[in-house]
């Protein structure tokens, strides 16, 4: 079982910047994939982020630019620097674990609370 507990949402202006922080309870952190999603009102849940063991990451097109991901292995911790914020990065965002699963990473489907970020004027 795997705990999350999300934090440093909050309301920022377009063009602001914030940075999220997740802690992980489980052991082997450091092989797992850790990744960011976010869901808005009436959304589906989706991937914003992913790094892997190796530092390896990836973003979706919408952040590409704006977002980086980052993790401390020996803290569980993985982050999310948010900069050039939009009003469309306006949702409840969650950290989530991959698994190792073949050649890539499959996601628990075990979620914590999320932090809400608020872009907004």
């Known amino acids: 079982q795997v705990h999350y507990v999300e934090s440093g949402g909050g309301l920022v202006q377009p063009g602001g910047s914030l940075r999220l922080s997740c802690s992980v309870s489980?052991?082997?952190?450091?092989?797992?994939?850790m990744g960011w999603y976010r869901q808005a009102p009436g959304q589906q849940r989706g991937q914003v982020a992913t790094?892997?063991?190796?530092?390896?990451?990836k973003y979706a097109d919408s952040v590409k630019g704006r977002f980086t991901i980052s993790r401390d292995n020996a803290k569980k911790m993985v982050y999310l620097r948010m900069n050039k914020l939009k009003q469309e990065d306006t949702a409840v965002y969650f950290c989530?674990?991959?698994?190792?699963?073949?050649?890539?990473?499959?996601?628990?489907?075990?979620w914590g609370q999320g932090t809400q970020v608020t872009v907004s004027s």
């Open positions: 489980r052991p082997n952190f450091d092989t797992a994939s």
């Open positions: 989530n674990l991959g698994v190792p699963l073949g050649a890539g990473f499959e996601y628990l489907d075990s």
């Open positions: 790094i892997g063991p190796g530092d390896i990451a």
